[in-house]
Structure formats: structure tokens, C-alpha cells
């Protein structure tokens, strides 16, 4: 599986060579710590969600090894 996982920041344009303007998203596209790990398949998260508006699995996920880090505000499983 390829892909981004990441957050629109919105649509801009570049200049190609022959002056065209070509219209792109612009993406942040930043660390993504693995969450979960389950046989084949690992779960990556991205952003940051208050921990009271995450719900109770995604918290306990979250804190492997009792590390304090926020939950993701979104995940993305991938087998391979």
C-alpha cells in the first residue's frame, strides 16, 4: 500500500517549464508514529486529539509502554 497521510493546507499553483500555471494541493504531511501492531498489519496515526474527545480504544492504543503521548486525529491501517 503507498500513499500520504496528512492534512490538506489548501491548493495553490507552479509554473511549469513552459509558463503554464499547474493548480496542486499542498499537504502537511508529518511524523506518523505507528499506533498498533496486529500480526501482518501496523496502524499509523497522525496529528494530535484532546485525549477527552478520543474515544476509550483509541486511547488505550495510544499508550503502549505508559508513553504520554496525545492520541492521533486520524489512522490509517496498511497490511503488507
Do not use: H, W
Not at 17 to 24: L, Q, R
Not at 58 to 78: I, T, V, W
Amino acid at each position: 500500500m503507498t500513499g500520504l497521510i496528512g492534512r490538506k493546507l489548501g491548493m495553490t499553483r507552479v509554473f511549469d517549464a513552459e509558463g503554464a500555471a499547474v493548480p496542486v494541493t499542498v499537504i502537511e504531511a508529518g511524523p506518523c508514529p505507528v499506533v498498533q501492531i496486529a500480526g501482518n498489519r501496523i496502524e499509523l496515526g497522525f496529528g494530535a486529539r484532546k485525549p477527552k474527545r478520543a474515544a476509550r480504544a483509541l486511547l488505550e492504543r495510544s499508550r503502549p509502554s505508559r508513553a504520554r503521548r496525545s492520541p492521533s486525529r486520524s489512522s490509517r491501517r496498511a497490511s503488507g
